[in-house]
């Protein structure tokens, strides 16, 4: 059965690094796609507009490339069937006879669901260039020397009342520190928990092994609290008496999709009050709720017992490395220095982009384009599901990036080694299991921001294909 980019969404991975011409490596890696039989005789490819808008580049790029192909037999173009990989383009070489594969098949997988990353391929280019502009012609001579280790105040000004208005964040410019990223801002925290004689941070019974990591890194142990269907159990937080402090995903906990429900949040602002600890509160995608508006940060609650850490790394894009930290006026001078004495963790030419990117609306414009986009994934994921297969739960709320797909007990590794053999990344829930976590439960976490338009099809396909 040939595979037809419309209703397959086979993923092209092309490689363009280190081509002379766009063109001319765009050329290159369908000609090596079709040789290698990646890409097999009649398989329909995407049309010249959606490969340009997935890659970044021209159409009239795409096209050329297309045409030249054409006329050197590679692919086929017709009329009203598109452009697809010509018959026999290249011979295959036989297989040769080996025994029984045992494992799957290495190299990178045709499609991607895992979680973590928004869809690159929407990232707002022309808008972010024209905002790269009015900010460098604005900028003062002070923004190309070493800056304030606080990060850009043009930034952390238009920060204070963007989080007020669409985080309910009390955020003064002066207790805003830009940072790399939340990693580079939980590194810091880290260093300010242990030398104020902290010496264990609770943390999530379900969350990525990276922030743990930085906190055992930093000399701190990470007890774990029990998490349920209202979230993490914070009235447990009294009775972990080493513990000085508690990182938390409220508005949409990382990896289950469940929100802390509003007495467990007023469970850990209790505790932080009658002890004296601190909240570090991940609000990663807060913004991004689908069934209502989005819950407020839990800073608003108590803004000297919180440190609130957000990112553009959801909303954007991972690869800007822009993260900020609203800390309580008592831990300013700890978290700036523990950052340096100066600005070197994020260019101040983007920050200054960012600030301008807010001030204008198109931050906004952005958000609420990715709502409607990232709602009609889930959706489209939901339905698939229900009727392809009908006896997996979706669990968590409608929001975030990925979701959560319930498993019957003692499928869970068998599902990811099925989706390995279909060329599927995945990621099982136990992934994200802390080591004394009691709830056993299985899973996968869909990422379902991941995909391009072009592969996101495909990528569904397959998932379908490897459910229990």
């Not at 269907?229 to 937080?237: I, V």
């Not at 000297?304 to 800007?320: C, D, F, I, M, Q």
């Not at 599902?415 to 053999?421: L, Q, Y």
Request: proline fraction near 7%; aromatic fraction near 6%.
């Amino acid at each position: 059965m040939k595979d037809d980019w419309a209703t397959f969404g086979a993923d092209l991975h092309l490689d363009l690094t280190g081509a002379s011409g766009l063109r001319t490596g765009l050329m290159d890696a369908l000609r090596e796609a079709a040789r290698s039989g990646r890409l097999a005789p009649g398989t329909r490819l995407p049309s010249s507009r959606t490969l340009a808008a997935d890659l970044g580049i021209a159409r009239n790029t795409v096209a050329d490339a297309y045409a030249e192909l054409v006329a050197e037999g590679w692919l086929t173009a017709r009329q009203g069937s598109g452009t697809r990989v010509a018959q026999r383009a290249a011979p295959r070489p036989p297989a040769p006879a080996a025994a029984p594969r045992t494992r799957p098949p290495r190299g990178r997988p045709a499609h991607s669901l895992m979680p973590g990353s928004p869809d690159l391929a929407t990232f707002p280019r022309a808008a972010w260039l024209r905002a790269a502009r009015r900010a460098v012609t604005r900028a003062p001579h002070d923004a190309f020397g070493y800056g304030d280790p606080r990060g850009r105040v043009e930034l952390r000004t238009v920060l204070a009342g963007y989080l007020a208005r669409a985080r309910g964040v009390y955020a003064d410019p002066e207790r805003i520190v830009v940072c790399a990223g939340f990693v580079h801002g939980l590194m810091m925290l880290g260093k300010v928990l242990r030398a104020r004689r902290v010496r264990e941070v609770a943390v999530e019974s379900y969350g990525l092994d990276l922030h743990s990591g930085l906190l055992t890194d930093a000399g701190l142990r990470i007890p774990c609290l029990p998490l349920d269907g209202l979230g993490s159990e914070t009235r447990a937080l009294p009775g972990m008496r080493g513990a000085g402090a508690v990182l938390l995903t409220p508005a949409h906990q990382f990896p289950t999709g469940v929100p802390l429900h509003p007495d467990r949040r007023a469970a850990a602002v209790d505790w932080a009050r009658s002890t004296g600890g601190l909240i570090l509160e991940d609000d990663y995608d807060g913004e991004f709720r689908y069934d209502r508006q989005p819950v407020g940060a839990l800073q608003g609650l108590d803004p000297e017992r919180v440190v609130y850490l957000g990112t553009a790394s959801k909303s954007l894009a991972p690869g800007l490395r822009l993260g900020w930290m609203v800390v309580p006026e008592s831990l300013v001078g700890e978290v700036t220095e523990a950052k340096g004495w100066s600005d070197w963790s994020s260019s101040a030419l983007e920050q200054l982009t960012l600030a301008e990117f807010i001030e204008s609306g198109a931050y906004d414009r952005h958000v609420r384009a990715m709502r409607l986009r990232y709602r009609s994934r889930r959706d489209q994921l939901v339905a698939a599901l229900a009727e392809r297969a009908p006896g997996i739960r979706v669990t968590g709320i409608a929001a975030g990036l990925h979701a959560v797909l319930e498993l019957p007990r003692g499928t869970e590794a068998e599902a990811i080694r099925s989706a390995a053999w279909q060329g599927l990344a995945v990621q099982g829930l136990s992934f994200f299991r802390h080591p004394d976590a009691e709830d056993r439960r299985e899973a996968l976490v869909i990422g379902y921001a991941t995909p391009t338009d072009s592969a996101w099809t495909g990528a569904l396909d397959a998932l379908c294909r490897i459910l229990p």
